[in-house]
């Protein structure tokens, strides 16, 4: 057996860049699963699971300044945050490529939010 690679890439989606495909490389290898952790403003954080297969799932809190908690599961995405107040952004893992992923990025409320992010490659 091979011993496990890893490697961790962070980034930032900004509101200018909105909607789309981004090839996010790095890994310095193909990688065969991908763990995400994200935030939007101080609001929102997340940690997603994806793998080279169409099963990735996420988990989204949403605790601002009333603390209100709010837990979101989604079963299609990666990366996924919803509320009634803004800060809206959801992603979906397209590809594992030869030195990271291609993620593509939905910006679902153009409030000038800027969605950050970690990406731990494995392999």
């Given at each position: 057996?091979?011993a496990?690679?890893?490697?961790?890439?962070?980034?930032?989606?900004?509101?200018?860049?909105?909607?789309?495909?981004?090839?996010?490389?790095?890994?310095?290898?193909?990688?065969t699963?991908?763990?995400?952790?994200?935030?939007?403003?101080?609001?929102?954080?997340?940690?997603g699971?994806g793998?080279?297969?169409?099963?990735?799932?996420?988990w989204?809190?949403?605790?601002?300044y009333?603390?209100?908690?709010?837990?979101?599961?989604?079963?299609?995405?990666?990366?996924?945050?919803?509320?009634?107040?803004?800060?809206?952004w959801?992603?979906?893992l397209?590809?594992?490529?030869?030195?990271?992923?291609?993620?593509?990025?939905?910006?679902?409320?153009?409030?000038?939010s800027?969605?950050d992010?970690?990406?731990?490659?494995?392999?």
């Amino acid at each position: 057996s091979s011993a496990l690679s890893s490697k961790l890439i962070t980034g930032t989606r900004t509101d200018a860049e909105g909607d789309g495909a981004e090839s996010i490389t790095g890994a310095g290898f193909e990688p065969t699963a991908v763990i995400v952790i994200s935030a939007v403003q101080y609001r929102f954080r997340g940690i997603g699971l994806g793998d080279s297969t169409p099963d990735d799932a996420c988990w989204g809190a949403r605790g601002d300044y009333t603390n209100n908690e709010q837990m979101r599961w989604d079963a299609a995405r990666i990366i996924r945050f919803t509320s009634g107040s803004g800060y809206c952004w959801q992603a979906t893992l397209d590809s594992m490529d030869a030195d990271g992923c291609t993620i593509t990025f939905d910006e679902m409320s153009e409030d000038g939010s800027n969605l950050d992010y970690a990406l731990l490659f494995l392999r």
